[in-house]
């Protein structure tokens, strides 16, 4: 019988590895590997190998926590912006834990709670909107849309309210997430640190949030009631380390689903035509969880947005307890490796021309159809394991966003280059989404 061979890769600069090709543009440097050796491969970054598995089978295999542990995984400079105690480098029954009272702020309940300011919030940026193109202006949705999901974010994790905009807090987050996918060279000038200077100022914010805020229709006010079934509750420690992470994962990933929704709706008028249906159908009166979470088209397009276009490239990083064989390919002990997102949604073998937006692919019956973590833009594997916990607020904001929208505008996109740009999470359209929102 054949030996086990490692991976096939690349090793890099010496100690580098390949850390800047992959912080520059982790999507195009995972396309161009995997088109090259195929869905399982390794590189090094900063001094360690990491092995990249692609497709549901090499995907389920990285999620199973027999093979890999998140203790450890992540490379030094993650750990210490987000907090080497936050809930991606936690494994085990400390991970389950925090990861099960976490989740109370995503049940239907708490959901359904948030509602009606999430209405009200995005509700004044399309007025502003419809109101600069009835002057005939364009607005610059990217710019509009990071504000939005940092409001959104501070309505929910700092119980601000949702007529406020903060955009001083807002561009500390966005110089604390740039920091995720720099060079970690610690300099006053260099983009990591200046992303841990902002990260001490968000802190700060966090920490009087969580002392002064939270009640009802607020994800503050659930995080901080949410008890285990024995009676475990966060500490205030631990709340202020997650809700750091909540900021920064909401305010960079919804940005990037509402600009990629828009640039659909904007682009492919048949699919906006059953959409707006769906929101000629809600009932009428303020916007409802159970309205919205019946506009099952409108679920399927927020899926394909999330699966056609690049958001977040990677999971967090785990290591391997023991030497394990995937494949004939040999992992040793100690390495590390990633579940690889965007190779997994753009794989042809689970998704036929996958470049191409198709809703009816992911509509709710297909889905049953699909192997397990083919679909996986927000990571897989169960929801008390490290699947993201912020997947049924994107499932909520979606069709939020659509039917906030489309009830009674319409939104064109001028000539322009729509491409992502580059960027570690939740690239933006290259050339701003310019849009006259009628
Ligand atoms: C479109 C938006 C989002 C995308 C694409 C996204 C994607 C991801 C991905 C890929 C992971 C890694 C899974 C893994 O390591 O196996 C993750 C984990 C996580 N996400 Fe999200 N996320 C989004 C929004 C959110 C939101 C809104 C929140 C919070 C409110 C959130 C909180 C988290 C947390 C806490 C984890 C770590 C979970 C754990 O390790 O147990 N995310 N997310």
Request: net charge positive; hydrophobic share 45%; with cysteine.
């Amino acid at each position: 019988m054949a030996q086990p061979q490692p991976p096939p890769g690349a090793r890099g600069l010496p100690f580098f590895g390949e850390v800047f090709k992959f912080l520059k543009d982790p999507f195009t440097f995972q396309a161009a590997r995997t088109k090259q050796h195929g869905m399982i491969w390794k590189t090094r970054i900063l001094g360690s190998t990491v092995v990249f598995f692609s497709g549901p089978k090499g995907f389920t295999f990285f999620m199973d926590p027999e093979n890999f542990t998140r203790e450890g995984g992540s490379p030094p400079h993650l750990r210490e912006l987000l907090h080497p105690d936050a809930v991606p480098f936690l494994d085990g029954d400390r991970h389950r834990t925090r990861k099960r009272l976490l989740l109370a702020a995503f049940t239907p309940d708490a959901l359904a709670s948030y509602v009606p300011s999430l209405e009200r919030l995005i509700d004044r940026y399309v007025a502003r909107w419809a109101k600069a193109g009835a002057g005939g202006l364009e607005v610059r949705l990217n710019d509009e849309l990071d504000q939005l999901a940092f409001d959104l974010a501070n309505v929910l994790f700092a119980a601000a309210a949702p007529d406020d905009s903060d955009t001083a807090t807002a561009a500390d987050f966005g110089v604390m997430v740039k920091g995720l996918f720099s060079p970690p060279v610690k300099l006053p000038f260099t983009a990591y640190g200046k992303a841990l200077k902002a990260r001490d100022r968000l802190r700060g914010y966090i920490k009087a949030a969580v002392a002064t805020k939270g009640g009802a229709g607020t994800a503050l006010g659930v995080l901080k009631a949410a008890r285990g079934p024995k009676g475990e509750a966060l500490s205030t420690a631990e709340l202020e380390i997650e809700l750091l992470h909540f900021f920064s994962a909401a305010h960079a990933g919804i940005a990037g689903v509402l600009a990629w929704l828009v640039v659909v709706l904007g682009q492919r008028a048949e699919v906006t035509a059953r959409v707006r249906a769906e929101v000629a159908a809600l009932p009428a009166g303020g916007l409802t969880l159970t309205g919205l979470a019946a506009m099952r088209y409108t679920a399927a397009v927020g899926r394909e947005v999330r699966r056609v276009y690049p958001i977040a490239p990677a999971t967090f990083f785990g290591v391997a307890k023991k030497d394990l064989d995937f494949d004939g390919h040999q992992i040793k002990q100690g390495w590390t490796a990633v579940g690889a997102i965007w190779n997994t949604l753009q794989d042809g073998s689970t998704f036929k021309d996958p470049a191409t937006l198709d809703p009816d692919r992911l509509s709710d019956a297909a889905l049953t159809q699909l192997p397990a973590n083919a679909y996986v833009p927000q990571g897989g594997g169960p929801p008390d394991g490290h699947r993201c916990p912020g997947e049924a607020l994107t499932d909520l904001v979606l069709p939020l966003f659509a039917a906030a929208l489309l009830r009674s505008h319409g939104v064109e996109l001028p000539a322009q280059d729509l491409a992502p740009g580059a960027g570690g999470l939740g690239p933006l359209p290259r050339d701003g989404l310019r849009a006259r929102v009628s």
